[in-house]
């Protein structure tokens, strides 16, 4: 069955991490699913992502959004042998604790005292972080270089391989019997005799139920099912250096050694851009503090640099949601799709299947949220 004028059970708008572990969670349980997406060109986070499975530092003004990261943290060793055993594609998960490293006595001050009001919230959960000086972690990082003062230290900190991880959900899909349907771009959504009917250029697609997991074009589409998404796209720029032998046992925030030997770089940040064009200055800032924090990289070759754009809700936080003027209809999206791919799989994909999200579980990742701040 491919595109137009057919019928499943659950349509998945956006085949990225997100549409992906939703999707693959929906076929797990048996339903019938069928994934729309763009063409081979279109912009994806997924394909650009760092594929840090991050825990510290997550959840400062919301705290549930830190308890949501560790259920995702904790869950992905079964999921990764699950998937893993399934598709037979390694996706190298690793949970050796990460470090957020610091090159001034002034970042380490403001690494720790953002910690302090992170763990100072009340509801939060507990869970470890240290700040550990220099000396302390060159034990763990013997490569450090002498500019780095300290840094805080979670043993929560994985990484993953994001792009096995993407490729494992869809040999999984079409082995569970579910359909991508690529260059299905969903233009237009109604809802007609108890069927949701997407409108794309390659015909209409009907479903009972759908999930809009598009990423940035959430924003857009959310409202034509009486939903809500609002975005603030931001870009981030990655290096990627020549295969080495292993020499970084644990991951960095802003560098990390991949499981095919490659060191990649990365920490940018710049809210509201929203095309792939490369900052040169922003490049060569990151890989300056790079070689400061690991003096060996500053002989290594660079082999490839990208651009992508984040999924960023405009508070930073996920959202998931049911529409109440079209119930059936489903929204998702955040930043972080690695680190929650578990949790899409196998927790907000059984609640889609049971027809309604556990308030309980995912209350808080309401975009109800954003009309309490306008009205306040
Ligand atoms: C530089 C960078 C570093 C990152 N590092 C990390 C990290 O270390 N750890 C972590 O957990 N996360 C990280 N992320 C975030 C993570 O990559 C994203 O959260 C995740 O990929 C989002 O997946 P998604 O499926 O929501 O979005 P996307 O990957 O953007 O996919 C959206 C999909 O929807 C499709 N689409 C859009 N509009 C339509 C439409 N109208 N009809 C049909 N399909 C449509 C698109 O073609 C695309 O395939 C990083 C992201 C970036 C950019």
Not at 95 to 124: C, D, M, T, V, Y
Not at 129 to 153: C, F, N, Q, R, W
Request: a positive charge; one cysteine or more; hydrophobic letters at 45%.
């Amino acid at each position: 069955m491919a595109g137009g004028g057919k019928e499943y059970e659950f349509a998945i708008v956006g085949g990225g991490l997100l549409g992906s572990a939703i999707a693959w969670g929906l076929a797990r349980l048996g339903k019938r699913v069928a994934i729309l997406d763009e063409g081979d060109r279109a912009t994806r986070a997924s394909r650009g992502n760092f594929a840090l499975v991050w825990v510290q530092s997550k959840g400062l003004g919301m705290p549930e959004y830190a308890g949501w990261t560790i259920r995702g943290s904790n869950g992905y060793s079964a999921f990764a042998d699950e998937i893993e055993r399934e598709t037979g594609i390694p996706i190298s998960f690793e949970r050796p604790g990460g470090f957020h490293l610091a090159l001034s006595e002034r970042e380490l001050e403001a690494r720790a005292l953002q910690l302090k009001r992170l763990h100072n919230q009340p509801g939060i959960v507990g869970y470890e972080t240290k700040i550990l000086g220099h000396a302390e972690i060159k034990k763990m990082l013997p490569d450090i270089g002498p500019d780095v003062v300290g840094g805080s230290y979670c043993p929560l900190d994985g990484h993953v391989n994001s792009q096995q991880l993407l490729r494992a959900f869809h040999k999984g899909l079409a082995q569970k019997g579910a359909h991508y349907l690529p260059s299905h771009r969903v233009e237009s959504i109604a809802h007609k005799a108890g069927m949701f009917v997407l409108g794309t250029p390659a015909g209409e697609v009907r479903a009972g139920r759908i999930v809009l997991a598009a990423g940035n074009a959430n924003a857009t589409l959310a409202p034509l099912v009486g939903l809500k998404a609002p975005m603030k796209p931001e870009r981030g720029q990655i290096i990627v250096t020549e295969r080495v032998q292993p020499f970084l046992r644990h991951p960095v925030v802003t560098i990390r050694q991949t499981d095919e030997g490659s060191v990649m770089i990365g920490d940018s940040k710049e809210e509201g851009a929203r095309d792939t064009d490369m900052t040169m200055g922003v490049n060569a800032m990151m890989a300056e503090r790079a070689a400061r924090m690991f003096p060996k990289l500053a002989s290594l070759n660079v082999v490839r640099m990208w651009t992508a754009i984040r999924v960023m809700t405009e508070d930073g936080f996920p959202i998931y949601e049911q529409s109440t003027s079209f119930p059936g209809a489903f929204v998702a999206c955040c930043h972080s799709g690695v680190t929650l791919a578990a949790n899409h799989a196998l927790v907000i994909a059984p609640m889609i299947a049971a027809g309604a999200l556990d308030e309980d579980v995912v209350g808080a990742f309401s975009a109800r949220r954003f009309d309490v701040r306008k009205s306040a």
